[in-house]
């Protein structure tokens, strides 16, 4: 069964951009090696995150994801079955806004706004689904 997920997650205090390149390889790797694709949206120390694949494989990567010491308040904002992925043709794709770009791109101050309302999961299908437009193909 083909699955998504989407989460958000507060980094640790001043994450550096090394420590998430570092992220970044080794999900590439990794999902590279179990057939997962998604996406990673970063802004003002806060995650947002979809991934994509076997139902049994994304579960177990968002359980090593949920205890990884880089970040915490990890909060599931949608989970469904899917028939298609989104981002088929990346291991993990990546973008980093800043406060001038999220407004501009997202129509939003920051990721933690989605939390607050009712229709969560919806919103934070769209965001992805948007920069599945934008973000160029890598990885």
């Known amino acids: ?3 998504e997920l989407i ?9 550096e951009d090394y420590e998430i390149e570092s992220i ?13 694709t998604g996406c990673l949206l970063f802004h003002n120390n806060q ?6 694949g076997d139902f049994d494989k994304v579960n177990a990567l968002y359980k090593s994801i949920r205890s990884d ?3 915490h308040s ?6 469904q079955e899917i028939k298609t992925r989104s981002y088929q043709n990346w291991s993990m794709a990546y973008q980093k ?7 501009n791109t997202l129509e939003i101050n920051e990721f933690h ?6 229709n969560f999961g919806k919103i934070s299908k769209e965001i992805f689904n948007f920069m599945n437009k934008v973000i160029p193909v890598s990885h």
Not at 74 to 79: E, R
Not at 97 to 103: L, Q
Not at 113 to 118: C, E, L, Q
């Open 1 to 3: 069964m083909l699955f």
């Open 7 to 15: 989460y958000h997650s507060k980094a640790v205090l001043n994450i």
């Open 24 to 36: 970044l390889k080794t999900a590439r790797e990794f999902n590279a090696k179990h057939h997962i």
């Open 47 to 52: 995650f947002l995150q979809i991934l994509e």
């Open 69 to 71: 010491q880089r970040h």
């Open 74 to 79: 990890v909060i599931t904002l949608h989970m």
């Open 97 to 103: 806004f800043s406060n001038d770009s999220i407004k």
């Open 113 to 118: 706004d989605i939390i607050h309302k009712n």
